[in-house]
């Protein structure tokens, strides 16, 4: 029985990744708002009853799109910081933000999907949060990092006015017994991850068309200072 049931597991999960690559196909050529359960079975040859079983609703398409998204993008960004390492983390700090920028250029379909305008109609269910957040909480454990190491500066705004600029729940994270950053941490940390997401939103948006042609060295400069805005401070070398 076991065999049986691990193989009618394996063949559902194929069948399902069919449809969510058929679905990404559709996103592209037509986007998120189009997307068609009906016209996903009719390029699969499958009957819109049979596509059912597997994604009840449209709805429910979306969201295993959504999450299998972020889920890449947070995977992408956890190697990165995995193969940085934590010796310097100025430099993982910058190989986290590249290979997110890599993985929205690479996938601009997808990016847009969880990053772009939001679809008419659709609501994200709680199912979405947690891979929501991976990449966040991998700039987090970068700060954490920095802090341990003794490598994260002092603000440079007064600590009284930080409470006030983020929310408690972005305070609490913080926090956490997982963390040992100080809470003034916090707002610069909230800042920055929506100056990396604003970054890479203009770039494959194309609002920098005709305008900005070396993304590259305007990217890396930008990640310098975001840097310099967490309070990252260079490694230091033994001369």
């Not at 926090?175 to 990396?196: F, G, I, K, M």
Request: charged content about 20%; hydrophobic content about 45%.
């Amino acid at each position: 029985m076991g065999v049986i049931h691990g193989a009618r597991q394996k063949a559902r999960a194929e069948v399902a990744g069919a449809i969510k690559d058929q679905a990404r196909r559709q996103l592209a050529a037509e986007g998120a708002a189009r997307l068609s359960l009906r016209a996903v079975a009719r390029e699969l040859g499958m009957a819109s009853s049979a596509l059912y079983r597997y994604f009840p609703s449209r709805d429910d398409l979306l969201t295993a799109l959504i999450i299998d998204a972020y889920n890449a993008l947070g995977t992408a960004a956890e190697r990165a910081f995995e193969r940085a390492g934590t010796e310097d983390p100025r430099r993982a700090w910058g190989d986290v933000c590249r290979a997110v920028r890599r993985w929205a250029l690479a996938h601009p379909h997808e990016y847009a999907l969880v990053y772009g305008s939001p679809v008419p109609g659709y609501a994200a269910p709680q199912d979405t949060v947690e891979p929501a957040s991976r990449v966040a909480l991998t700039l987090l454990a970068v700060a954490e990092a920095a802090h341990v190491a003794g490598a994260l500066a002092a603000p440079e705004v007064p600590a009284a006015s930080c409470g006030t600029v983020v929310a408690e729940d972005v305070q609490r994270l913080v926090r956490s017994p997982r963390y040992t950053l100080p809470p003034e941490v916090a707002p610069r940390l909230a800042a920055v991850w929506a100056q990396l997401f604003g970054l890479i939103s203009f770039e494959v948006f194309g609002q920098y068309n005709r305008v900005i042609d070396d993304r590259d060295v305007l990217f890396e400069n930008a990640v310098n200072e975001l840097a310099h805005q967490i309070g990252l401070r260079p490694a230091v070398t033994d001369a």
